[in-house]
């Protein structure tokens, strides 16, 4: 491919509910470009974006893609990205990397809950959005239903700039609002015809009320307007184009993937309303401040990785967008996080799971190079004078997890390094060795998520793993003081053990951990045994108590104790320390403490009643409830962790999918009497 000049590229993420047609309208644009000799298909496998061997087993996007086409003097380099909510982080990281979003919708589905999700996550973004209403073609289509749930789900701003001709299996066309023709495609390419009189009037209508929104922003306009003055169709465009940058207008298109009908009408209006590198400028940190950078092919070289992904022949695939300057194969930029020379032996393009050999890759332009040195996801890479970094961004939280069991030793010994490449390919999978259950676990966003992450580790790392069920980090403690006498008395010829040591075990809140006194007088255990003392106690409080769970907010108090001037040592004082603890056990009242979680749900209004009420249910404690984004709700609870180990899943269940919610560790409390008898039977 050639060199284009930042003004002539269009970076653009394809987003929707999965199942609305993004992959299949990736290979119509490719066909349209002339790409590909024909569409392929999801379902048997060949379609260029969905490759890797979890795509086509599953039938679906999984991982986001890059698919370059060449269109009428532009470049477009589309990202294909996964429908399903469990693989957002791979949608987030390509709306980090593009200047606009098309958002695909189903006229037969309407708008659905990963739609509203993926809408909000790029209103905070600020980023460009345009909307391609796919399917058409299909029975029960409809264009008008659609448009209205746009307008009531997504906000204002949507904007129809082409009418369907016909729908359902009827549909052969589309209505340009802008220019007041019709494209005709009974033949297979569009063929610009008069409008059909049938629809003229609605046509329009519309076009009417599609001007009167584009010169609202322009006082000139308005005035012109207001006098008769209709302005042209660049004008109209260039206006609109405006409005497309700041990402307040949201131009809506139609069509049908599978046609290919309205396909080539889309990569016209992204190259004629779609922004530029140039019109956005990249925001970074350097230092304590944020730059702003702009697309400049004669800037200094400046790039940052957005994907990394694995291949089992060539290792670490980097995908990177140039933020400024050129970057030339061999050239050498720094890595400020780690301090690390990069060197690009290799620059090459991707289209799919095929690359295209670069020598030379311009400012706004996205590339791909192997084998980087110690480079991931969201680093940048520039050179040594030119430190800079990505601000905070919004990251997908994960929401279920899953414990691991290598099957074999073998497989033990490679599971840590096939985890650590599945986080770097997807940063949203977070390995965790949990101290307390002592769970090797792999957290995610849902069941499909971790499945294609084990299924990963098999295929791609050849790692074995079972699962197990998560166990609940329970803690013990005391609920009253209890006064002991620790003794640890050993004699076997020569030398034996003697330790004494009295002890005052006392409760202590809530998160205070583990307190040791040294209240001793005169002596009765000298000095250097003292630490001995303790010792023993913090092991066996780690050992775990009377149900054992590790031990935890209570103070020891050493009294008083007896030791022999031959036989004592640290040994048996620690001893004398593990006996005492064991001995206060029985006497001090223990408890079972179980870990609470603080729960964010984001849902809309009508489901927060049942939301609540599932909480209660769940022995959860609503902390308050907020106005969010969209007519959502925010509920806050406090809620037994235990209690929302899969809360994920009955969350997207009770709100058809349209919930989602953050979990965080809080504190401890004690559990229930009857909820502890049950487990300890259990």
């Known amino acids: 491919m050639d060199v284009y000049a930042p003004d002539r590229i269009r970076n653009v993420a394809l987003i929707g509910h999965i199942g609305s047609g993004k992959t299949t309208l990736v290979e119509a644009l490719l ?12 379902e048997d496998g060949t379609t260029v974006s969905d490759f890797s061997d979890e795509e086509q087993s599953h039938r679906m996007s999984i991982n986001l893609a890059v698919a370059p086409i060449e269109w009428k003097g532009h470049k477009i380099n589309l990202v294909d990205t996964p429908g399903m909510a469990d693989f957002e982080g791979d949608v987030l990281s390509a709306m980090s990397a593009v200047d606009l979003a098309v958002f695909v919708v189903s006229a037969t589905d309407g708008v659905e809950p990963s739609t509203e999700h993926y809408w909000m996550a790029a209103d905070e973004l600020k980023l460009p959005r345009m909307i391609f209403i796919n399917k058409l073609d299909r029975d ?59 629809m003229a009037q609605h046509e329009h209508e519309v076009h009417d009320q599609l001007v009167e929104g584009i010169v609202v922003a322009d006082d000139d306009l308005v005035a012109d307007y207001l006098d008769g003055k209709i302005p042209s169709v660049a004008v109209l465009e260039e206006t609109m184009k405006q409005g497309v940058i700041e990402a307040s207008v949201f131009p809506v298109v139609c069509g049908s993937a599978t046609g290919p009908v309205g396909v080539d009408r889309l990569a016209d209006f992204i190259c004629e309303v779609g922004p530029s590198p140039v019109d956005r400028p990249v925001s970074l940190t350097a230092g304590d401040r944020e730059v702003s950078v702009v697309a400049d092919a004669e800037g200094e070289p400046l790039a940052v990785v957005f994907k990394t992904a694995f291949d089992r022949y060539i290792g670490a695939i980097s995908l990177f967008r ?56 969201g ?66 966003m849902g069941e499909m998520h971790l499945t294609i992450a084990l299924e990963r580790m098999a295929s791609k790392f050849g790692v074995a793993v079972t699962e197990e069920t998560v166990k609940v980090p329970y803690r013990e403690t005391i609920s009253h003081p209890a006064q002991v006498e620790g003794k640890h008395k050993k004699q076997s010829g020569g030398h034996g053990q003697y330790g004494v040591c009295t002890v005052l075990f ?42 054992g769970f590790p031990v935890t907010d209570l103070k020891a108090t050493c009294l008083d104790g007896k030791y022999h001037s031959v ?57 308050g409830t907020n106005s969010g984004l969209a007519g959502n709700q925010i509920v806050t609870a406090l809620v037994p962790t235990a209690e929302v180990l899969r809360y994920s899943i009955d969350l997207r269940s009770m709100t058809g999918g349209r919930g989602r919610h953050t979990a965080q560790p809080a504190n401890y409390q004690e559990l229930p009497a009857s909820v502890a008898s049950r487990m300890v039977d259990a």
């Open 31 to 42: 066909y349209r470009a002339g790409v590909i000799p024909r569409l392929g298909r999801i």
């Open 140 to 198: 029960n289509a409809d264009f008008e239903r659609t448009i209205d749930q746009l307008r009531s789900k997504l906000g204002a701003g949507v904007a129809p700039i082409e009418l369907p001709i016909g729908e359902g299996p009827s549909f052969h066309g589309v209505a340009d609002l802008f220019r007041d023709k019709a494209y005709i495609y009974d033949s297979g390419s569009a063929t610009e015809v008069e409008m059909p009189e049938d």
């Open 322 to 377: 140039v933020v400024s300057g050129t970057i030339k194969r061999d050239d050498h930029l720094y890595n400020h996080r780690t301090g690390t020379d990069e060197r690009f032996h290799t620059l090459f393009g991707l289209r799919g799971k095929d690359q295209i050999d670069l020598m030379t890759l311009g400012a706004g332009d996205i590339g791909a190079i192997a084998k980087l040195a110690d480079t991931e996801t």
């Open 379 to 444: 680093d940048t890479l520039s050179k040594r004078s030119q430190p800079v970094g990505l601000p905070n961004r919004r990251k997908a939280i994960p929401t279920l997890s899953t414990a691991l069991v290598p099957v074999s030793k073998s497989d033990e010994t490679k599971m840590a390094e096939a985890l650590q490449r599945l986080h770097a390919e997807d940063p949203t999978l977070i390995v965790e060795q949990n101290p307390i259950t002592h769970q090797t676990l792999l957290h995610g």
């Open 506 to 547: 006392e409760p202590l809140p809530e998160g205070s951990g583990f307190e040791f006194v040294d209240a001793t007088k005169g002596g009765s255990i000298p000095k250097q045994y003292l630490p001995a003392v303790e010792k023993g106690i913090r092991q066996a409080m780690e050992a775990g108590g009377k149900h």
């Open 567 to 623: 036989d004592s040592s640290e040994l048996a004082f620690s001893m004398a320390g593990r006996a005492a603890f064991n001995e206060a056990l029985a006497q001090a009242g223990p408890v079972i403490l179980e870990p609470l979680s603080e729960v964010s749900i984001i849902a809309p209004s009508e489901f927060q009643g049942d939301i609540m009420g599932d909480m209660t249910s769940r022995r959860g404690r609503v902390l």
